[in-house]
C-alpha cells in the first residue's frame, strides 16, 4: 500500500508585530513559575503551551508568580488551559482596566416607591422581576436577589424606601455612542449637577473633542429649543472636518475619510422642534437606560450621539460605524491612553410583502428567490 504524494504539510503561522501583543501570566504557585516559563520561551509539543519560542519582554524577577510575554490572542487562549496556568490577559500596565470607583449614584436618600399593578394595590407575585420592586435596571445593582431596595424581603408591607445605591463601576472616562433616531440633549436624565450638558454628537462635536487646533476661530454658542447649551464646534466646519484632511491637523490627516450630508444638524442630532428634528424617542430611551442620571446603569459615561436613518439629514449605519472607527483611532491620537469606546445599536428593518388574492409575486432574499400567489 503506497502513500499518496498529495500529502500538504502543516501551514506555519507567521506571527507579527501586528498580530501579537503583551500578555501577563499568572501561574498557580511559585514553585510553577521556572517550569512554565522555560515551556514557554522553548518550542515543544506541551497541551497548553504555544508551539513556538515566545518573547519574555519582563521576567518581572521582583514577583514569584508572573511574567510579560509577547504572543497572539490564540496562544494567550491556548495558555490559558494549562493546569498550571492561574491567569493570562493583556498587559494591565499596558492596557489600564477600569477602576471600582464605588460610587454612590444620588449623593442622597431618594424615594423608591413600589409600581402599582393591575392585580389588587400593593400585590405582586415573587416571580416578577425577581422580586425587586424598583426600575428594572438596578436589578443588576450588587446581583440578582441582593439587590436593593425592595428586596425579596418584607415587602408585602412596604410601598417606599428611602435610600441611595452604591455601584461599584459608573462607566466614567467611557464613550458611549448611541447609533439611533437623535437624543434629546435636554432631557433632565442628561443634564449634570453642575448644570452642562452631557449628550454630544460624534459628527458634530467629536472632531472638536480630538482636534480641537483644528477649530481656532471656529466655535459658536449653541442653542437648542431655545435653551442654551454652550460653546460647541461650527457645525459646517464639524462636517468639513470628515471630508475635508486639509483643515485637521498633521496627526489626524491619515485617518480617512466620510462625507457627511449638510441636512445633518443639532437641531437634526437633539431638537424636539425645528426642521429635521428628532420623531422618535427610541435614542433616547437607549441614552437614558445606559447613562441618564437615573435610570442609567453607567451614569458617569461619556453620552455620544449619532442619529440615523431619519428624516432628510439622512446617515446610514455604516457611516454612522465608520464615523465611530474614525473617532477611536483620532482618540488613540489625541490621548496618552484613549478613552474606550462602546456603541449601542439597538435599531433594525422591516419589510411587508404584498397579499393581493391571485396575484403572483416574486420575491428575493439573501441571494434565494421564491414565487408566491397572493391569498388576500
Not at 490564540?74 to 489600564?96: C, F, G, M, Q, R
Not at 471600582?100 to 409600581?115: E, T
Not at 412596604?158 to 447609533?179: H, P, R
Not at 483620532?330 to 419589510?351: E, F, H, M, R, W
Amino acid at each position: 500500500m503506497e502513500l499518496s504524494d498529495n500529502i500538504e504539510d502543516t501551514p506555519i503561522i507567521e506571527y507579527t508585530p501586528d498580530t501579537v501583543d503583551e500578555y501577563i501570566v499568572v501561574v498557580n504557585l511559585p514553585e510553577d513559575w521556572e517550569e512554565v516559563h522555560n515551556y514557554i520561551i522553548n518550542e515543544n509539543e506541551i497541551d497548553g503551551i504555544p508551539n513556538r519560542k515566545i518573547e519574555c519582554t519582563n521576567d518581572k524577577i521582583f514577583s514569584l508568580r508572573s511574567s510579560i510575554y509577547k504572543m497572539s490572542k490564540e496562544e494567550a487562549d491556548i495558555l490559558k488551559t494549562h493546569s498550571k496556568v492561574e491567569n493570562v490577559e493583556l498587559n494591565p500596565e499596558k492596557y489600564p482596566q477600569p477602576e471600582s470607583l464605588f460610587s454612590l449614584k444620588f449623593r442622597k436618600d431618594v424615594a423608591f416607591n413600589k409600581p402599582r399593578y393591575t392585580a389588587a394595590l400593593d400585590s405582586e407575585t415573587t416571580s416578577h422581576t425577581n422580586s425587586i420592586r424598583s426600575n428594572w435596571s438596578h436589578m443588576f445593582v450588587n446581583g440578582g436577589q441582593t439587590s436593593s431596595p425592595f428586596q425579596g424581603v418584607g415587602i408585602t408591607t412596604t410601598t417606599k424606601v428611602d435610600e441611595d445605591i452604591l455601584f461599584s463601576l459608573t462607566g466614567k472616562g467611557v464613550d458611549a455612542v448611541i447609533i439611533d433616531s437623535g437624543v434629546s440633549i435636554l432631557h433632565p436624565e442628561f443634564i449634570a449637577d453642575d448644570g452642562t450638558y452631557r449628550v454630544r454628537d460624534v459628527l458634530l462635536d467629536g472632531p472638536y473633542k480630538v482636534d480641537p487646533a483644528a477649530f481656532s476661530g471656529y466655535t459658536q454658542t449653541v442653542t437648542i429649543d431655545g435653551v442654551t447649551i454652550g460653546t460647541r464646534a461650527q457645525e459646517s466646519r464639524a462636517l468639513e472636518w470628515w471630508s475635508d484632511t486639509s483643515i485637521r491637523s498633521a496627526a489626524f490627516q491619515s485617518l480617512g475619510t466620510l462625507t457627511i450630508s449638510s441636512l445633518y444638524t443639532r437641531i437634526h442630532a437633539h431638537s424636539k422642534n425645528g426642521t429635521n428634528s428628532i420623531n422618535d424617542s427610541h435614542g433616547t430611551c437607549c441614552a437614558s437606560q445606559i447613562g441618564g442620571r437615573w435610570h442609567g446603569l453607567a451614569f458617569e459615561c461619556n453620552l455620544w450621539n449619532i442619529r440615523i436613518n431619519f428624516g432628510d439629514g439622512f446617515v446610514s449605519s455604516a457611516t454612522a460605524l465608520n464615523a465611530c472607527a474614525i473617532f477611536h483611532d483620532a482618540k488613540k491620537i489625541a490621548q496618552d491612553v484613549a478613552d474606550p469606546t462602546l456603541i449601542n445599536n439597538s435599531y433594525g428593518s422591516s419589510l411587508t410583502t404584498e397579499n393581493t388574492s391571485g396575484q403572483t409575486y416574486t420575491i428575493g432574499y439573501r441571494g434565494n428567490t421564491q414565487t408566491y400567489t397572493g391569498t388576500g
